[in-house]
T-cell receptor, first 111, second 111 residues
Framework: DTAVSQTPKYLVTQMGNDKSIKCEQN?????MYWYKQDSKKFLKIMFS???????INETVPNRFSPKSPDKAHLNLHINSLELGDSAVYFC??????????FGSGTRLTVV | QKEVEQNSGPLSVPEGAIASLNCTYS??????FFWYRQYSGKSPELIMS????GDKEDGRFTAQLNKASQYVSLLIRDSQPSDSATYLC???????????FGKGTKLTVNP
């Protein structure tokens, strides 16, 4: 069983479209995260949820909206996609000690 | 955001040599430090954590921490080609659930 699973693995879409990325963890962790890794491999936090509650909301465009229906799921919806949104988006979970388990990533390409 | 600095490399070492990866951080109050390994096209995985000054050994890996100098390093002994990856240093931002990553050092171990 995959501990942190993300779908889809690849996403190619046109500018202006709306898309969602889904994440699920079966580790029983309370905290989940979305990180963005740009073309220079810099990994930067976007959001964090603890037991369905938003606890970190970095300075990202409000076109990005996370949703956590329960503590095992954290989804990311992106409106009006732009070229600069192209990146790899990683979901991660943690039991609270920063020992993150990352999902396999979603490579988003906006054309 | 607190800063975590790494030499981006690339660092190239011959097989069997010791690879030394360095990281400095800006938050003097940081108490825990992490090394993640990321193979090309894959997600980061936790390989070492260190909380106290001094050395921590795990197999061929040794993490070294010097809080006075705000410096943490990772030594890989008897480097193998399979160690070729990008190594990410990560430090929690004080008082938050956020892990701040350095930009990573790309290591290549040549057979």
């Amino acid at each position: 069983d995959t501990a942190v699973s993300q779908t889809p693995k690849y996403l190619v879409t046109q500018m202006g479209n709306d898309k969602s990325i889904k994440c699920e963890q079966n580790l029983g962790h309370d905290t989940m995260y979305w990180y963005k890794q740009d073309s220079k491999k810099f990994l930067k936090i976007m959001f964090s949820y603890n037991n369905k509650e938003l606890i970190i909301n970095e300075t990202v465009p409000n076109r990005f909206s996370p949703k956590s229906p329960d503590k095992a799921h954290l989804n990311l919806h992106i409106n009006s996609l732009e070229l600069g949104d192209s990146a790899v988006y990683f979901c991660a979970s943690s039991p609270g000690n920063f020992g993150y388990t990352f999902g396999s990533g979603t490579r988003l390409t906006v054309v | 955001q607190k800063e975590v600095e790494q030499n981006s490399g690339p660092l190239s070492v011959p097989e069997g040599a010791i690879a030394s990866l360095n990281c400095t951080y800006s938050d003097r109050g940081s108490q825990s430090f992490f090394w993640y390994r990321q193979y090309s096209g894959k997600s980061p995985e936790l390989i070492m954590s260190i909380y106290s000054n001094g050395d921590k050994e795990d197999g061929r890996f040794t993490a070294q921490l010097n809080k006075a100098s705000q410096y943490v390093s990772l030594l890989i002994r008897d480097s193998q080609p399979s160690d070729s990856a990008t190594y990410l240093c990560a430090v929690p931002e004080g008082g938050s659930e956020k892990l701040v990553f350095g930009k990573g050092t790309k290591l290549t171990v040549n057979p």
